[in-house]
């Protein structure tokens, strides 16, 4: 069976740009997989508010951060690119960081030159580490997944563009040292107009890895393929929309009582997602009972009161 760090670079090399959504957890995965996206992003702020309710600032731990990538992994049959902070320490935790995302299943990372504690790419308050260190653990990541899977897809971003006192001359040039200590593509984070993103894709010397949020400007996919751009995430979108959602829901429940939570699923049911027990895989739990535990378990179906899955 193909790897799935393997399909990831064969849709790289199709390109021209490949768009990816970010998601939070393995539910909103399987939403953007449904929605006929060919690759996942998981989100590392979508992963510290969702698990912990804490802000990106570097307050879940490695261990966090895989559970929920290996769950995501698990739950889609697509690739999944996910958000590996700043390798959680030196580059000696950043071989271990490499060998554990390997092992749930991803198929690729990026990694970044921020501190730790860490923060998001679009709040103030960054800093990086020299450019010597950045490379050593690049070149740590590099020779662990040439051990474990040459095609696990490294992905360098450099926060330098928006850090206290840095540039973006030195986003550029730490940029191609990444790249040439073995990352496949560049990320860099937060330049914050059309210019600053052409001087990205005219001077990064590789494929560049691009994040349409926060600060830095939004483009249509045309515009993203004219730009050169191999690889873009829209990584906050499904976040923001379900706690809005979410929240506008609580609210009508607060005032109106239960009835609020009745007109809701009246109203949910005529959504193409509406039929949330199919969507969540109990037509396949009925199917897997049927092969393996045998007709005599299917009884159970034929007096009990509910949604009823699909006999296969």
Same mark, same amino acid.
Do not use: W
């Given at each position: 069976?193909?790897?799935?760090?393997?399909?990831?670079?064969?849709?790289?090399?199709?390109?021209?740009?490949?768009?990816?959504?970010?998601?939070?957890?393995?539910?909103?995965?399987?939403?953007?997989?449904?929605?006929?996206?060919?690759?996942?992003?998981?989100?590392?702020?979508?992963?510290?508010?969702?698990?912990?309710?804490?802000?990106?600032?570097?307050?879940?731990?490695?261990?966090?951060?895989?559970?929920?990538?290996?769950?995501?992994?698990?739950?889609?049959?697509?690739?999944?690119?996910?958000?590996?902070?700043?390798?959680?320490?030196?580059?000696?935790?950043?071989?271990?960081?490499?060998?554990?995302?390997?092992?749930?299943?991803?198929?690729?990372?990026?990694?970044?030159?921020?501190?730790?504690?860490?923060?998001?790419?679009?709040?103030?308050?960054?800093?990086?580490?020299?450019?010597?260190?950045?490379?050593?653990?690049?070149?740590?990541?590099?020779?662990?997944?040439?051990?474990?899977?040459?095609?696990?897809?490294?992905?360098?971003?450099?926060?330098?563009?928006?850090?206290?006192?840095? %540039? $973006?001359? +030195?986003?550029?040039?730490?940029?191609? &040292? *990444?790249?040439? /200590?073995?990352?496949? !593509?560049?990320? =860099?984070?937060?330049?914050?107009?059309?210019?600053?993103?052409?001087?990205?894709?005219?001077?990064?010397?590789?494929?560049?890895?691009?994040?349409?949020?926060?600060?830095?400007?939004?483009? %249509? $996919?045309? +515009?993203?393929?004219?730009?050169?751009? &191999? *690889?873009?995430? /829209?990584?906050?979108? !499904?976040?923001? =929309?379900?706690?809005?959602?979410?929240?506008?829901?609580?609210?009508?429940?607060?005032?109106?009582?239960?009835?609020?939570?009745?007109?809701?699923?009246?109203?949910?049911?005529?959504?193409?997602?509406?039929?949330?027990?199919?969507?969540?895989?109990?037509?396949?739990?009925? /199917?897997?009972?049927?092969?393996?535990?045998?007709?005599?378990?299917?009884?159970?179906?034929?007096?009990?009161?509910?949604?009823?899955?699909?006999?296969?």
């Amino acid at each position: 069976m193909k790897r799935q760090s393997t399909r990831l670079r064969g849709l790289l090399k199709a390109g021209p740009t490949l768009f990816v959504p970010g998601c939070y957890n393995a539910m909103s995965a399987r939403v953007i997989e449904n929605a006929g996206f060919t690759a996942v992003y998981m989100s590392g702020y979508g992963t510290s508010l969702s698990l912990t309710g804490l802000p990106d600032a570097g307050l879940v731990t490695m261990s966090e951060v895989i559970t929920n990538a290996r769950y995501i992994a698990s739950a889609v049959n697509v690739p999944v690119i996910a958000d590996a902070d700043n390798g959680y320490g030196n580059a000696l935790n950043v071989i271990r960081t490499v060998r554990e995302f390997i092992g749930a299943g991803i198929a690729g990372i990026h990694l970044e030159d921020q501190v730790s504690p860490k923060r998001c790419g679009h709040v103030a308050g960054r800093l990086v580490v020299p450019l010597e260190e950045a490379v050593g653990k690049m070149r740590a990541a590099d020779d662990t997944r040439k051990e474990l899977d040459p095609d696990f897809v490294l992905i360098a971003r450099t926060d330098a563009r928006g850090a206290s006192g840095g %540039s $973006l001359d +030195e986003a550029i040039r730490r940029a191609n &040292a *990444l790249l040439a /200590a073995g990352a496949d !593509l560049a990320f =860099v984070e937060g330049p914050t107009s059309m210019d600053e993103v052409k001087r990205v894709c005219a001077e990064v010397k590789g494929p560049v890895f691009y994040n349409m949020t926060g600060v830095s400007p939004r483009f %249509s $996919l045309e +515009e993203m393929k004219a730009l050169g751009i &191999a *690889l873009t995430i /829209a990584p906050g979108a !499904l976040l923001r =929309v379900s706690l809005a959602a979410m929240h506008d829901l609580a609210v009508q429940m607060k005032q109106e009582g239960p009835i609020a939570e009745a007109r809701f699923i009246e109203q949910f049911a005529k959504h193409s997602m509406g039929d949330l027990h199919t969507f969540a895989g109990f037509d396949r739990i009925r /199917a897997l009972e049927q092969e393996y535990l045998g007709e005599e378990a299917m009884k159970k179906y034929a007096d009990s009161v509910g949604h009823m899955p699909t006999r296969k």
